[in-house]
């Protein structure tokens, strides 16, 4: 991937374009250097991600570079289907074995993941509580065709979205904590080499922007080779230039990355402005995990043959020897 330009002149190129794309606002409402507005207000692209030489005749460079997110109507998938509950009890207690897409909500404690997830299912599917430790183990919620029979359900699932425990929960006993942490950690682990698990969806508080546990969690991520994006909540509650900063220093995290690691970072170059409580961003969002659905579930499917193959190879090869 092209990470951008580099010299002071293409420096200057590029703050320029930053404020073009945001030719709406008046240039003191730009957004800092490094991060483009897009088609939506509620979600802010890296410059890095953005390929090739800046040509400013190029008109497309004044709209969002991908185009994803233009789109404002709902995804079909989440227009024609409807997000139900899945009790760990639908797979015998044991994580789903099927090829179906998984994203997971991560995030510190009352950051607002159920909520989202709620405001994304419009439904009142996740507990919330303004307690911090709501939830306490992954909470599946699998998004199903609304024509199918409740029979049929059970492995028709377009896909699972995963709301995890919160971390950094001060009040439970040490001990508790520590386990907590490592049975999400082993969990997302777990998925990640099953295949299942799509993305990380890492939520920040707006009011507060990514600390230092954030970010190692984020660098944990990577290591992992685990892709994330990081989705600001509770914009509601703070001003749009707080909004902005935070935004823009996730978007130099995934500048930086680039530039001292010679491997890819696993960070999205978005970031997703959210508030469950004003219903702003949710649509963005419901778009951006649409295509971890879709792109998981080929992904998925190529996978699930090329075992099946594997297998096959194995138990025609059995016995031959004697
Ligand atoms: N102002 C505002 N408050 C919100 C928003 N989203 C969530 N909250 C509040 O934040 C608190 C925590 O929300 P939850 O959704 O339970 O947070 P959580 O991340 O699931 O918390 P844990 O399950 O403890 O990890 C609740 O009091 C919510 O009402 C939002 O968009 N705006
Ligand atoms: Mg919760």
Redesign the pocket.
């Known amino acids: 991937m092209n990470r951008g330009l580099s010299g002071t002149k293409s420096f200057l190129k590029r703050k320029l374009v930053s404020w073009r794309c945001n030719s709406t606002s008046a240039p003191i409402n730009a957004p800092p250097l490094l991060m483009y507005g897009t088609a939506s207000p509620y979600v802010y692209v890296s410059s890095a991600a953005i390929d090739g030489t800046i040509d400013e005749e190029d008109p497309s460079l004044f709209v969002h570079p991908k185009s994803l997110f233009v789109e404002k109507n709902l995804p079909k998938s989440f227009e024609s289907s409807q997000f139900r509950y899945v009790s760990p009890t639908t797979f015998n207690f044991e994580l789903p074995d099927k090829p179906i897409p998984e994203v997971a909500f991560l995030?510190k404690?009352?950051?607002?993941?159920?909520?989202?997830l709620n405001a994304l299912t419009t439904k009142d599917l996740a507990k919330?509580?303004?307690t911090?430790?709501?939830?306490q183990q992954p909470n599946y919620f699998g998004l199903y065709p609304s024509f199918l029979k409740n029979k049929e359900k059970e492995d028709a699932a377009l896909g699972y979205i995963i709301?995890l425990?919160?971390f950094g929960?001060a009040k439970a006993p040490d001990e508790v904590v520590a386990k907590w942490q490592a049975t999400t950690q082993e969990f997302l682990q777990q998925r990640i080499v099953d295949g299942n698990l799509q993305r990380v969806y890492m939520?920040i508080d707006s009011r507060r922007g990514l600390n230092t546990f954030d970010s190692s969690i984020l660098g944990w991520l990577d290591e992992a080779e685990c892709d994330y994006t990081v989705v600001l909540?509770?914009?509601?509650?703070v001003s749009k230039a707080k909004l902005v900063k935070s935004a823009n220093e996730i978007c130099m995290r995934y500048h930086a990355k680039g530039l001292e690691n010679e491997s890819e970072t696993h960070q999205s170059p978005c970031v997703h402005i959210?508030?469950?409580?004003?219903n702003k961003g949710i649509v963005d969002l419901m778009w951006a995990i649409d295509t971890d659905f879709s792109l998981g579930s080929e992904q998925l499917k190529i996978m699930e043959e090329e075992r099946k193959a594997k297998s096959e190879k194995v138990s025609k090869g059995w016995g031959k020897t004697r």
């Open positions: 995030g404690s009352n950051v607002g993941k159920s909520s989202l919330t509580s303004k911090p430790g709501r939830t709301d425990p919160g929960y939520l909540t509770k914009a509601d509650s959210t508030s469950s409580k004003k």
